[in-house]
């Protein structure tokens, strides 16, 4: 099993930026240099120092709080979320900080802010963020383990809430598509869910999936369309040895069929009809995340799955899971979140890209380290985070 944690921590000191022989070799090709331009010479050095260690910022660790790494792990991923620190960097937020609710954002953008312009390496503490989270989600207070992908959801769902473009949401109507395409239905389906919930953290990471019903008596297929933030795959099972991501893409998009009590009613028998269902993806997120469901049930935790899924870190093409397979859908990995240890006890650590060096770095608490990126694939991965190409 691949070891996730290394203890010869240069998180201290994670990158010696100034070449320090530079101004040497400065002075002894220039030796008819004046002291007043060698002077300033030294100073734009410096410059340059401030300018390189701001494109290695963001190697900041976090402290452990007690049993906090489910959340460390989460924050890393998506502190490395290129859009979504620019977001925060920038200020953005700010423009779409609703009038009510507010703290939650505010101590997001703060941390990500602090993990990317500190002039120091030393770990930071979450512990305001961590008030907020818990205000916002009261299942989070205290020092329990939890599972990093349920945490990423309400955070996801608690800065959404807070940046939501939408102030007053429309009166819910009963319109009826069906008589549009699947496609126009789909559109449809979609800005009718924008006129509700429009944020930056919806125009990141939620996507579009189709499910289709099919009746197995007359043949009618009727079609729903749900927006999705993540998708949980079912790790399948091929008796020895690794299985792939396509394989567990496969397992989820699989036909299935519902008969018995879940037979559902046919609009054009008009009956309870044995139909098969199946989902396709109808609009692909800029930002994919795939939980892979290692674990038998995400509260009690039973049991958990240790099997090595073999993920593409570069060019995952989806087109395949596509409602229309014309469409492009290439995703590459930036962010691992890894879960190591058993149900009873574990520890999680994220492994990311760092957007600006493309370096990849451990992020095990408050420790970073480089890592290599043959290191990233390792049976620990839990919940990945994909980037769309050519975006
Ligand atoms: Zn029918």
Known sequence: MHQSYTENGTADHPVSLLPSMKVHELQGKNSAMSGS???????GLLINQVKSSKAAQG???LKNLGNTCF???????LSNTHSLRDYCLHNSHRRDLNRTNTALMEEFAKLIQTMWTSSSSDAVSPSEFKTQIQRYAPRFVGYNQQDAQEFLRFLLDGLHNEVNRVTVRPRATTEDFDH????????KMWSKYLEREDSKIVDLFVGQLKSSLTCTECGYCSTVFDPFWDLSLPISKKGYGEVSLMDCMRLFTKEDVLDGDEKPTCYRCKARRKCTKKFTIQKFPKILVLHLKRFSEARVRSSKLSTFVNFPM???DLREFASDRSSSAVYNLYAVSNHSGTTMGGHYTAYC???????WYTFNDSRVTPMSSSQVRSSDAYVLFYERSGL
């Open 37 to 43: 331009l060698l002077v300033s010479t030294f100073v």
């Open 59 to 61: 190697l900041v660790g």
């Open 71 to 77: 959340m460390n792990s989460i924050l890393q991923c």
């Open 180 to 187: 549009l395409s699947d496609d126009e239905k789909g559109k």
């Open 314 to 316: 570069k060019d995952l």
């Open 353 to 359: 890209c760092n957007p600006d060096s493309g370096e």
